[in-house]
């Protein structure tokens, strides 16, 4: 018996094993196959949802809060998420990104939010992932919050410390691509 060959062989069928293991864990994390045009749509609706909340927080903000005792814009953000989630519309969360949640359920609860939050605070604008979930695509997006008044130190007195246009926190999206 040639050993020599049987090694070669042992070794051939261990990397293509090897191979076939990594290819397929590959696929496994591979996002799954979705319409480009759908996948636009979704992007669109997701930059509607941002600037439709973004400017309610802007606007509660600036009518509605005048001292640390006002109901809080970002409470408001929060309890409208909610609704549009218990319509089936969609998820949105709030994510804290200084490391001094003013809430704990405010925290990046999984991979895609803590990476999100590492990308937007290097100085993204948007950051992006489609996943399935029982058996459907989604899109998580994740968008930058950064300080736009003063007034946000009223509550959050460490916003005083964020540079202009920081992000000091982020909307995170889960919607589905239909």
Same mark, same amino acid.
């Given at each position: ?22 290819? #397929? ?14 996948? *636009? ?20 903000? *600036? ?11 970002? #409470? ?14 969609? #998820? ?17 609860? *999984? ?8 990308? %937007? ?30 007034? +946000?130190? %009223? +509550? ?15 909307? #995170? ?6």
């Amino acid at each position: 018996m040639n050993w020599a060959r049987v090694a070669q062989m042992t070794f051939g069928t261990t990397l293509l094993a090897l191979g076939w293991a990594l290819t #397929s864990a590959a696929a496994a994390k591979a996002e799954p196959k979705v319409d480009p045009a759908a996948l *636009d749509r979704t992007r669109k609706e997701v930059k509607m949802l941002d600037d439709i909340y973004k400017t309610a927080v802007v606007l509660i903000t *600036d009518k509605y809060v005048h001292d640390k005792d006002d109901f809080a814009a970002g #409470s408001a953000a929060v309890a409208l998420f909610a609704a549009m989630e218990k319509k089936g519309w969609h #998820s949105v969360r709030l994510l804290d990104a200084t490391g001094k949640p003013h809430e704990k359920k405010n925290v990046p609860a *999984d991979d895609f939010e803590k990476e999100a939050v590492k990308k %937007l605070k290097a100085g993204g604008d948007y950051y992006e992932q489609v996943v399935e979930k029982d058996g459907k695509p989604y899109l998580r997006a994740a968008t930058p919050v950064p300080v736009v008044m003063k007034k +946000c130190a %009223l +509550c959050h007195d460490h916003y005083n410390d964020a540079k202009p246009g920081e992000a000091i926190g982020a909307l #995170s999206y889960t919607i589905r691509i239909e």
